[in-house]
């Protein structure tokens, strides 16, 4: 057993859980669970990234959008508008409810399916979050994480080793398209796209890459859903 | 193994483990209010706590690093109880 761990008689509790109907383990002092979850066989994994929404049809009969605590709405499908609105009815320990809605010409409110929307675990959005301001400071040239190209010839640039080559466009470039000379790393760009690039730290670099491979799985997550509701 | 019981925002609640992480240098606790989720589910929180004054603090785990630390240790508890 690890060193500094104590267990408590209190753990007993967990055996008789785990052989009913296992246990849910929520974050203290926040609304956040579901990071982790136990099966019945005792097996601890992480929770999914993604989770559908299950249809809950309010009062009014008007029809909501349920996610487990923990996951909250998210945007992915661009083929579908992005709401005006999307507004929690019901909040319960357990689960919450979203209702969509959008603004209409003449200024009325209508609930809309909330097409183009999957539920994302609160932990990867908090994440994601930090993804979006990281891309609006290379946007804004945050000196502390990014550097200017430097002109050595005619549609060649170079960045300092440690750096690499970011489109200001939203995107890590591909990074095989280069060659080292003299603690630099050259890139071949044309001269009239030359204002699209910018160099980015490693540290950012691979912060950005982690971060992206989230966004793909919650896309990948998203699409498989929409295929399964489908079928 | 004893029993502890400790008050989380006014709820008595069980402790199920603690941890001291001296990579980290910090608290962990895992511990349950008895109640039940709407599937039937023990709910067991999991946090970082502080002592002050001979009242424990407990705090939600944000941090990457503090998430698989309390991981390990559940994964722990879990095999060996």
């Given amino acids: 057993m690890k060193k500094n761990l104590t267990v408590y008689a209190g753990a007993i509790l967990l055996t008789g859980a785990l052989t009913s109907c296992g246990i849910s383990l929520v974050n203290a002092n926040s609304s956040q669970n579901l990071d982790f979850s136990i099966d019945v066989n005792g097996d601890l994994k992480d929770a999914p990234i993604t989770c559908a929404f299950l249809d809950y049809t309010l009062e009014d009969g008007t029809l909501g959008y349920a996610l487990p605590s923990g996951y909250e709405p998210y945007y992915v499908d661009s083929s579908s508008l992005e709401l005006d609105y999307v507004n929690k009815v019901v909040e319960t320990k357990e689960y919450t409810v979203y209702v969509g809605s959008r603004e209409t010409l003449n200024g009325e409110i209508e609930i809309v399916p909330m097409d183009g929307y999957i539920g994302v675990n609160e932990y990867y959005l908090y994440n994601l979050n930090q993804l979006d301001s990281l891309k609006a400071g290379i946007k804004g040239k945050n000196s502390l994480y990014t550097c200017e190209l430097t002109k050595i010839d005619i549609s060649t640039y170079s960045l300092p080793l440690g750096y690499h080559l970011y489109n200001l466009n939203g995107y890590v470039e591909n990074t095989s398209s280069y060659y080292e000379k003299d603690n630099q790393r050259v890139y071949l760009i044309d001269d009239n796209q030359v204002q699209d690039y910018v160099g980015i730290t490693n540290d950012v670099y691979s912060t950005i890459v982690q971060l992206e491979s989230i966004q793909d799985a919650i896309e990948e997550g998203y699409y498989n859903e929409k295929t399964n509701s489908r079928s | ?81």
């Fill in chain 2, 1 to 81: 193994m004893k029993r502890q019981i400790v008050e989380v925002n006014g709820v008595s609640c069980e402790v199920i483990a603690t941890y001291f992480d001296e990579d980290t240098n910090k608290n962990y606790i895992i511990y349950t209010d008895l109640t039940y989720n709407r599937e039937h589910q023990l709910n067991v929180y999991y946090g970082l706590y502080e002592m002050k004054m001979g009242k424990m603090n407990v705090y939600p785990i944000i941090s990457a690093d503090d998430k698989k630390v309390i991981f390990n240790v559940l994964k722990e508890i879990v095999n060996t109880i």
